[in-house]
């Protein structure tokens, strides 16, 4: 018996041949995300900012989840859009990321609140130790898109960041800035 997999198109990440879970998360989701607060209060609250699309996976010990975000190019203020972000709720389960297209940064954390950044780009492959908060940041002005392969036991632990990271990305001058954050 031969089955028809789902299908991804690597050069935009669309899913195909499968059902699909879509969340999209909008300016008004991302309360106190980004740093400057007043412009985050001036955008237009219904703006997308990113979408993840998951295939319907049974949920379980040793299954896996497979979506694809797609980060939308723009900034708040200075800064550039970017996920809310997350540790997982069962803190030792790690991640895949594997960019598909766009440019951006995926900041990594750990625990103690060390926080470092790999560059996105279509091909690379990011892998996310357990323990280790991630988001996603698109520095560029197209789509950002990104593979991700997690535990389904996983889940997101997003209270545990509501001090922010300790990295911000903005854009001063027409270049990428990272600044670092008090005590973030
Ligand atoms: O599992 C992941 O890490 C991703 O699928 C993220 O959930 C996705 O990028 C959206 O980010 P966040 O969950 O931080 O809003
Ligand atoms: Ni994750």
Redesign the pocket.
């Known amino acids: 018996q031969i089955i028809q997999p789902p299908l991804v198109a690597w050069a935009n990440g669309a899913f195909s041949h499968a059902p699909v879970i879509r969340k999209t998360?909008r300016i008004q989701d991302l309360t106190a995300v980004f740093a400057d607060g007043q412009a985050w209060r001036s955008c237009d609250p219904q703006l997308p900012v990113?979408t993840?699309e998951m295939l319907e996976t049974p949920a379980g010990e040793g299954e896996l989840w497979t979506?694809v975000?797609h980060l939308n190019p723009g900034k708040v203020g200075n800064e550039f859009f970017m996920?809310?972000?997350?540790f997982h709720a069962r803190r030792e389960q790690g991640?895949v990321y594997f960019g598909l297209r766009g440019q951006g940064l995926l900041l990594l954390q750990d625990e103690h609140g060390k926080a470092r950044l790999e560059t996105v780009c279509a091909g690379s492959v990011h892998i996310i130790p357990g323990f280790t908060a991630?988001?996603?940041i698109n520095t560029g002005s197209e789509i950002l898109s990104a593979l991700?392969v997690?535990p389904t036991i996983a889940g997101?632990d997003y209270a545990a960041l509501q001090g922010g990271f300790a990295l911000r990305v903005q854009e001063e001058n027409q270049q990428i800035c990272v600044c670092e954050v008090q005590n973030g």
């Open positions: 998360t990113y993840v979506g975000t996920t809310r972000g997350h991640e991630h988001r996603l991700a997690w997101h």
